[in-house]
């Protein structure tokens, strides 16, 4: 007979700090791999399927933390920054631009996939160009994130 859940508990060891820390740490890295992975995998999907035919999709506007942030943060004042290898190794010419990735971002596959642009820029880039802009930009800082008190400021 299988044992109640309040009995399997209460046999349970307690773990203490020492013990956690590595096994957190190996969740965050199993996380990672498995976040590396499916951008690989996103990368080999877009390259196989077959353009939109009746694309009515113009631009990609973009909003988000810094799985989504191009290199808006590359011209803010704060510390997540992005800008310095080994990001941007995977990445067109090899150079770190701000991505939070080694290679693209997410909805640059996005984008490419919709027939809009290879990559989306950042809005706070001082060499956009209007065209650029029209087609998409992303508005999206890592760091961000909602606080529910935002709201009652005044």
Do not use: W
């Not at 802009?133 to 760091?143: C, D, K, P, Q």
Request: charged share 20%; hydrophobic share 35%; aromatic share 12%.
């Amino acid at each position: 007979m299988p044992k109640s859940p309040k009995k399997r508990l209460k046999n349970r060891k307690t773990k203490s700090k020492a013990e956690e820390i590595p096994m957190l740490f190996n969740r965050i890295v199993r996380t990672a791999e498995a976040l590396c992975y499916t951008t690989f995998e996103a990368e080999a999907i877009v390259k196989k399927l077959p353009r939109p035919f009746n694309n009515s999709i113009s631009s990609a506007y973009i909003f988000g933390d810094s799985t989504v942030d191009p290199g808006n943060n590359n011209y803010i004042g704060t510390i997540f920054k992005s800008n310095f290898p080994p990001y941007g190794q995977d990445f067109l010419n090899h150079i770190p631009t701000g991505r939070f990735t080694n290679g693209r971002l997410i909805t640059d596959f996005l984008a490419e996939f919709l027939g809009i642009k290879e990559t989306v820029p950042a809005y706070l880039d001082p060499t956009l160009s209007m065209e650029e802009l029209m087609t998409g930009v992303s508005f999206a800082s890592a760091g961000s994130g909602f606080d529910p008190l935002t709201a009652q400021l005044t």
